[in-house]
C-alpha cells in the first residue's frame, strides 16, 4: 500500500504577521504623507507662481499701454510747445508774418502739442485740465502776436512776452508744469517696471515650494520601489519632470522680462531729459525722442513670446497639483485603501 504525505502550508508566527502588518501601516501611512506634503507644496507653489507671473505681465502690459505713451506724450508736447513759441518769434524777427502760409510751422506744433494731450488724457490719473487750458490761451497768445496784431509793434510784442510768459513762468508756466507731470509720470513708469517687495517674496516662496515638492516627489519614488517594490510611477515622474521645468523657465522669463522693462525704462528716462531741451536744436530733440520712442515700442513688444510662457505656467501649476495626486492616489488606493 502507498502512503500519501499531504504537506500542510506553514503557518507565520503571529509575531511575523503583526511585523508585516505594522510595516504595511508604516508604508501606507508615510505614503499618505507624502500625498499630503505634495498637495500643499504644489498648491503653494501653483498659487505664488501664477500670482507672480501673473503680476510680472502686467506691470509689462501697463507700461507698454499706459505709462510709456503718456511719458512720450508729455515730452513730445513739452517739446512742441517750446517749438511753436520759437517758431512764432523766428517768423516776427525775420517780418515773415505778411507771406502767405508762413505761420503754418508754428501752428503746426501746437497743433502737435494739443493732440499729445488729448492722447494720453486716458492713459494717466494726473489732472491735465489746467495744462489744456494754459495751451489753449498760450496758441490764443501767439496767434494774436502774429496774425491780429502784426501790424502793431507794440500789441505784437505784448502778446508775444504774454506767451512767453505764458509758457516759462516759473512754476506755474506751460513747460514748468509739464515738467512736474513728466516727472510724477516717470516715477509711476518705474513704479510699475520694478519688481516690488511682495512680488520678489512672491517668486522665493514658489521656488522654495517648487523645490520642496520635488523632493518630495524623489522621495515618494524611492519608497515605492524600496517598500512596494513597484517600479518608477509615471504620474510621479511627469510631475517631477514638470516640477523642474517650472523652476526653471518661469523665472528666467521673468527675469527677462524686466531687464527688458529696465532698458524700456532707461530709454523714457532718456526721452525726458531730451524734452528738457531749451533753445536752438529742438528740431533734434523732437527727432530724438521720436526715435527713442520707437526703441521704447520695440522693446515692449518683444516681449509678446512671455505670453505663452505665462500660459504654460499655469497649465503646468494645475498639472503639478493633480499628477503626484493621481500618482499616490491610485497607488495607495489599489495597495491599501481598498483592502482595509
Not at 150 to 170: F, G, I, V
Not at 194 to 205: C, Y
Not at 322 to 340: H, T
Request: glycine letters at 8%.
Amino acid at each position: 500500500m502507498t502512503t500519501v504525505r499531504t504537506t500542510l502550508p506553514r503557518r507565520c508566527s503571529p509575531a511575523a504577521f503583526w511585523r508585516g502588518r505594522l510595516r504595511r501601516t508604516r508604508t501606507r501611512r508615510l505614503l499618505e504623507t507624502h500625498l499630503l506634503v505634495l498637495l500643499l507644496c504644489a498648491v503653494v507653489a501653483a498659487g505664488s507662481l501664477f500670482l507672480s507671473y501673473r503680476q510680472t505681465q502686467r506691470g509689462a502690459a501697463a507700461l507698454a499701454a499706459r505709462e510709456a505713451p503718456a511719458v512720450q506724450g508729455l515730452a513730445a508736447t513739452r517739446l512742441a510747445a517750446l517749438r511753436a513759441d520759437q517758431e512764432a518769434h523766428a517768423l516776427v524777427t525775420a517780418r515773415l508774418v505778411d507771406v502767405a502760409g508762413s505761420g503754418e510751422t508754428y501752428r503746426s506744433q501746437l497743433s502737435a502739442a494739443d493732440q499729445g494731450l488729448s492722447r494720453i488724457a486716458d492713459r494717466t490719473d494726473q489732472d491735465l485740465g489746467t495744462v489744456n487750458g494754459l495751451l489753449a490761451t498760450y496758441g490764443n497768445s501767439l496767434g494774436l502776436g502774429t496774425s491780429m496784431y502784426r501790424d502793431q509793434p507794440l500789441m505784437r510784442d505784448q502778446k508775444l512776452d504774454e506767451a512767453d510768459s505764458l509758457l516759462t513762468r516759473s512754476k506755474v508756466g506751460l513747460a514748468p508744469r509739464l515738467d512736474a507731470l513728466q516727472r510724477v509720470q516717470l516715477r509711476h513708469a518705474a513704479a510699475t517696471a520694478t519688481m516690488g517687495r511682495w512680488q520678489q517674496t512672491g517668486w522665493w516662496l514658489a521656488e522654495i515650494a517648487l523645490m520642496a515638492v520635488a523632493s518630495t516627489l524623489l522621495s515618494a519614488l524611492f519608497v515605492l520601489r524600496d517598500r512596494c517594490g513597484r517600479d518608477w510611477n509615471p504620474y510621479l515622474v511627469a510631475a517631477f519632470v514638470l516640477t523642474v521645468l517650472l523652476a526653471v523657465f518661469p523665472l528666467l522669463t521673468a527675469t527677462a522680462t524686466e531687464d527688458r522693462l529696465a532698458g524700456a525704462l532707461g530709454d523714457l528716462g532718456r526721452i525726458t531729459e531730451m524734452s528738457r531741451h531749451t533753445g536752438s536744436g529742438l528740431a533734434d530733440a523732437q527727432q530724438g525722442v521720436a526715435q527713442e520712442s520707437e526703441e521704447v515700442r520695440r522693446e515692449l513688444a518683444a516681449g509678446d513670446w512671455a505670453d505663452r510662457i505665462y500660459q504654460g505656467t499655469v497649465v503646468g501649476g494645475l498639472l503639478v497639483v493633480v499628477l503626484p495626486a493621481l500618482g499616490l492616489g491610485l497607488r495607495l488606493d489599489s495597495d491599501y485603501w481598498r483592502r482595509r
